[in-house]
């Protein structure tokens, strides 16, 4: 079940009610939930379920129900198993043959998606992108040709790397909505051009603190073939005539055969 981000207020009514009802609550931190559940004066018992110890707390949260005990599954902030632990304990309770009721809430990503204004029909959720910039670097070569907003998240430590890893990567068009300490006494959300993002956050350490989402536009519009594509087709150039070579590079990309014939017979200087 989700908890709230930062304000406390966020908790709901169900999520409240529910935590108060039931025998045991697994939490990723219990030190963390324990001040939520004083604030809400619940006295419930908790049961570490963290990443490192996730198989382990899923066998316990199992005999608890085998014994007929109520269970909640809560993460430090938001919703569990988004970026967070809790996935893989739902799925061994599943398969244990128990039901598993969401009791939905707060979600960074959501939050986030709510205030941007991305007019898209649709977004991919990405979470964390690798720490290492190399890695980082590649993954976001990976999600280059998405047409629809990127979400991520980013702790302080690298909100710097990342932005300007994103500036490098992708196009300096698109926009990027950086939404900080979301819920929280210095929430922040701006959405500016990509290419200024770096600057932005220089300008002031302050801007550089706290738990960020980071929205980039999708891919903007283009015309031609994308690099992907057209090293698809040159490598079947190299080996086919151009014909069947557009027909299998318009399948293994989803590319127009018409834009791939024509940008063959270019490359073949025909
Ligand atoms: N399960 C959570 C959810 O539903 O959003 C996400 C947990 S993930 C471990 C923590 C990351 O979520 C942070 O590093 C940050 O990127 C994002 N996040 C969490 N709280 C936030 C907040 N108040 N403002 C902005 N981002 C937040």
């Known amino acids: 079940m989700a908890t709230p981000l930062g304000n406390l207020q966020d908790i709901t009514l169900r999520a409240r009610e529910v935590l108060a009802a039931v025998d045991v609550i697994a939490a990723e931190d219990t030190r963390?939930?324990?001040r939520l559940l004083d604030a809400c004066g619940i006295g419930a018992r908790l049961i570490p379920l963290h990443e490192h110890n996730e198989?382990?707390?899923?066998?316990?949260?199992?005999?608890?129900?085998?014994?007929?005990?109520?269970?909640?599954?809560?993460?430090?902030?938001?919703t569990p198993a988004v970026s967070d632990p809790g996935a893989r304990a739902v799925a061994r309770v599943r398969e244990a043959g128990?039901?598993?009721?969401?009791?939905?809430?707060?979600?960074?990503?959501?939050?986030?998606?709510s205030a941007a204004g991305?007019?898209?029909?649709?977004?991919?959720?990405?979470g964390f992108l690798p720490p290492k910039s190399a890695a980082r670097r590649s993954a976001l070569e990976a999600l280059r040709a998405e047409s629809v907003p990127l979400v991520f998240y980013e702790s302080p430590h690298?909100?710097?790397e990342c932005v300007a890893d994103l500036a490098t990567v992708l196009e300096a068009e698109r926009e990027l909505v950086i939404a900080r300490e979301l819920t929280k006494l210095h929430e922040q959300i701006v959405?500016?051009?990509?290419?200024?993002?770096?600057?932005?956050?220089?300008?002031?350490?302050?801007?550089r603190r706290g738990e960020f989402v980071l929205i980039v536009s999708g891919a903007p519009a283009r015309e031609g073939l994308?690099?992907?594509?057209?090293?698809?087709?040159?490598?079947?150039?190299?080996?086919?005539p151009v014909k069947t070579a557009a027909r299998l590079a318009a399948t293994i990309t989803g590319a127009?055969?018409?834009?791939?014939?024509?940008?063959?017979?270019?490359?073949?200087?025909?």
Not at 98 to 109: D, S
Request: proline share 5%; hydrophobic share 50%.
């Open 191 to 207: 959405r500016l051009p990509l290419a200024s993002a770096g600057d932005w956050l220089a300008a002031d350490e302050n801007r």
């Open 226 to 240: 994308s690099p992907e594509e057209e090293r698809v087709l040159c490598l079947l150039l190299a080996e086919l």
């Open 118 to 126: 991305f007019t898209d029909n649709g977004f991919r959720f990405v």
């Open 98 to 113: 128990f039901p598993v009721v969401p009791v939905p809430g707060a979600c960074a990503a959501v939050a986030a998606l």
């Open 55 to 78: 198989q382990a707390a899923a066998g316990q949260v199992i005999a608890h129900l085998e014994a007929g005990r109520h269970v909640a599954l809560i993460s430090d902030a938001g």
């Open 32 to 34: 963390h939930s324990q």
């Open 158 to 160: 690298r909100i710097a």
């Open 256 to 270: 127009s055969r018409n834009a791939l014939y024509a940008h063959a017979l270019t490359l073949k200087g025909d």
